[in-house]
């Protein structure tokens, strides 16, 4: 199963919008809507931002949001903070029952 | 309040096995399921396979197929990834994490890791 395919990086100042794209295949991100997006920091666990394409979970600001239009998915911040700078990783479900990584996205807040 | 905590970092020689841990608490342990993720130094997230914590059944990323089985103990709410065969390039942190999906799969606890490092 290849990994989803994501920028290597990206960037913004504080207070814009950022978008993150993830990019698969019809057996994964296009025929499920079972993306989900991981942030993290250096030398700490992921932390799971949004699943199921766009649903945020409790205490995840609503600065964050996803969506998914064909074989690619995106998540978008709005008013750049900070601490938004870190890794971010989408992730799938698959048509084998398995599950695939993006390779990340490094989040620079400039 | 969750917490999924991992046994501690392991050094192994090429070839051995390693046995990692990851307790649960603060849930029904059975009513999840758990998978294992890891992080080679550097590098990007690496999804290895998924667990029914209640009936045990296991899914596998073909690329450690053979080599890595999950298993888990319902009585002390953990569950275990060993993986054998070790090489230098599988010296990467573990983690375990939390899938409360009935459909899907999303991980929404993480334990904060195990660092095992492969060397001779």
């Known amino acids: 199963q290849a990994a989803l395919t994501q920028p290597a990086s990206v960037s913004g100042s504080p207070g814009q919008s950022i978008t993150i794209s993830c990019t698969g295949t019809s057996s994964d991100v296009g025929g499920y809507n079972y993306v989900s997006w991981y942030q993290q920091h250096p030398g700490k666990a992921p932390k799971l931002m949004i699943y199921d394409v766009s649903n945020r979970p409790s205490g995840i600001s609503n600065r964050f949001s996803g969506s998914k239009s064909g074989n690619t998915a995106s998540l978008t911040i709005s008013g750049l903070q900070a601490e938004d700078e870190a890794d971010y990783y989408c992730s799938s479900y698959t048509s084998s029952s398995t599950v695939v990584f993006g390779g990340g996205t490094k989040l620079t807040v400039l | 309040q969750v917490h999924l905590v991992q046994s501690g970092a392991e050094v192994k020689k090429p070839g051995a096995s390693v046995k990692v841990s990851c307790k649960a608490s603060?849930?029904?342990?059975?009513?999840?399921?758990a998978h294992w993720v890891r992080q080679a130094p550097g590098q990007g997230l690496e999804w290895m396979g998924w667990m029914n914590a209640n009936s045990g059944a296991t899914k596998y990323a073909q690329k450690f197929q053979g080599r890595v089985t999950m298993t888990r103990d319902t009585s002390i709410s953990t569950a275990y990834m060993e993986l054998n065969s070790l090489r230098s390039d599988d010296t990467a942190v573990y983690y375990c994490?939390?899938?409360?999906?009935?459909?899907?799969?999303?991980?929404?606890?993480w334990g904060l890791g195990t660092l095992v490092t492969v060397s001779s």
């Open positions: 994490a939390r899938d409360p999906s009935t459909s899907g799969a999303y991980l929404d606890y």
């Open positions: 603060g849930n029904t342990f059975t009513d999840y399921y």
